[in-house]
Nanobody, 123 residues
Framework: QVHVVESGGGLVQAGGSLRLSCAAS????????MGWFRQAPGKDRESVGS????????QYADSVKGRFTISRDNAKNTVYLQMNSLKPEDTAVYYC????????????????WGQGTMVTVSS
């Protein structure tokens, strides 16, 4: 059975940083691109960014480009989302996801979702 589990959310002041982690099990990790999505209250879930299977390629939403970085450690079956210069509008539940679409997954390509972790940025 596949499990995707996020951790690292919390409350941070505007301008601060957080690092989210996502551990995946029950799958061959290097067969999956990994993506981060977020959903703010009352809004649709949106892509934050994604990373290819071997970590050689990343892509980001314009809203987070230059502030967020996605990386992965295939030896640990873990993907990370480093968030810097956080803004109140980054407040959302952040979801980790896995899909086999190469090189990057979009919301329609997700096969497995994590349960989400809340990030709150205070002004």
């Amino acid at each position: 059975q596949v499990h995707v589990v996020e951790s690292g959310g919390g409350l941070v002041q505007a301008g601060g940083s957080l690092r989210l982690s996502c551990a995946a099990s029950g799958l061959t990790f290097t067969n999956y691109g990994m993506g981060w999505f977020r959903q703010a209250p009352g809004k649709d879930r949106e892509s934050v960014g994604s990373i290819s299977r071997l970590g050689t390629s990343t892509q980001y939403a314009d809203s987070v480009k230059g502030r967020f970085t996605i990386s992965r450690d295939n030896a640990k079956n873990t993907v990370y989302l480093q968030m810097n210069s956080l803004k109140p509008e980054d407040t959302a539940v952040y979801y980790c996801s896995a899909g086999q679409k190469y090189p990057h997954i979009r919301i329609g390509d997700v096969e497995f979702w994590g349960q989400g972790t809340m990030v709150t940025v205070s002004s």
